[in-house]
């Protein structure tokens, strides 16, 4: 039998498994307008909240069961980008560190601003 913090697991993940599926059908479109030599297919360029791209890391890296990952807080900035890029250049960041460090090696991504930067 399922209590309430078990439904609003169940509810979380079927949200993060949705954004994930549409993530992957705009990847399998990048894919398709690159194989049909399709140039003029571009990533988005529009305002990005830093702390949103690291949340849905968290989401991510939550879902994959990764443990010894900590993900920071982010410094509430706007980037120019696509939220959707920046997230799972991250998400490869972080798989190839898990995948490739020893087993029980933390994992720590954090986002600073320096200067203008």
């Known amino acids: 039998m399922l209590g309430p913090d078990s439904r609003q697991t169940v509810v979380d993940t079927a949200g993060v498994a949705r954004e994930e599926l549409d993530r992957l059908g705009r990847i399998v479109d990048d894919l398709t307008a690159i194989t049909r030599g399709d140039t003029a297919a571009e990533t988005a360029r529009e305002p990005v909240f830093a ?3 690291l949340e849905a890391l968290r989401l991510r890296t939550a879902g994959l069961d990764l443990h010894g990952v900590t993900i920071e807080a982010a410094p509430p900035v706007v980037l ?3 939220e959707d890029r920046m997230t799972q ?3 490869n960041l972080v798989m190839n560190a898990h995948t490739h460090t020893p087993p029980d090696t933390p994992i720590s991504v954090d986002a600073v ?3 203008d930067h």
């Open 51 to 53: 702390p949103d791209v």
């Open 80 to 82: 120019v980008g696509d």
């Open 89 to 91: 250049a991250l998400l």
């Open 113 to 115: 601003v320096e200067g």
